[in-house]
């Protein structure tokens, strides 16, 4: 489900199959769907701030069960801190992502993993053990270290990870995950994208 491939996206993969109901959707129809092409359980992720499928009914009780992939993506964003659209973007990106206590994307040849805590109000990254296979080092490198202190990180000493702490005490915004998530792509393709 790659597009560089000429494959689809996941986001338009969860589009295509919502669009088979001919019904109209019902909570299950679209917890499966997620199951189904982001590999994740929503009902199991702990930390949210209400129960999904009760959640998702309400939604579209009041929409009259006529909502598209986009609209109930953007829910989901909104109620529960899971930004669909952009675990899509990450495919292809060789970049694992952990979240909400499970791995959202994760890939054997993976360069790079960003480890949010609870309530994502934190976030780690470090190199993959595949990327310290290739590379024959476990350190970020430095042009990624200097990226993630230019937007706040502190990072260890070993050079092995990188930490941010919202100091408001609040999920990081999507703002600042973009940004994140921009500089390691930048550093793949810029120095990695051979491996």
């Known amino acids: 489900m790659d597009n560089q491939n000429g494959l689809m996206t996941k986001a338009e993969a969860m589009d295509n199959l919502l669009v088979s109901y001919e019904e ?13 092409v982001f590999k994740f359980d929503l009902e199991s992720t702990p930390y949210l701030p209400t129960p999904p499928r009760a959640a998702i009914e309400a939604y579209l009780e009041h929409s009259g069960n006529k909502v598209t992939g986009a609209e109930i993506r953007k829910m989901i964003n909104q109620t529960f801190g899971i930004n669909l659209d952009a675990l899509s973007a990450l495919e292809g990106a060789r970049i694992s992502l952990y979240s909400k206590n499970q791995w959202m994307v994760q890939h054997d ?82 120095s990695y994208s051979h491996l």
């Open 24 to 36: 109209g959707v019902s909570s299950s129809d679209i917890m499966n769907c997620i199951h189904q």
């Open 109 to 190: 040849k993976d360069l790079f993993a960003v480890h949010t805590g609870t309530g994502d109000i934190d976030v780690s990254i470090f190199p993959t053990n595949y990327f310290a296979e290739q590379t024959g080092s476990g350190e970020l490198p430095i042009e990624l270290i200097n990226a993630f202190i230019s937007l706040g990180y502190c990072c260890e000493e070993n050079k092995a990870s990188c930490y941010f702490s919202n100091p408001s005490g609040e999920p990081v915004p999507d703002a600042f995950k973009g940004q994140t998530i921009m500089a390691i792509i930048s550093v793949i393709k810029h």
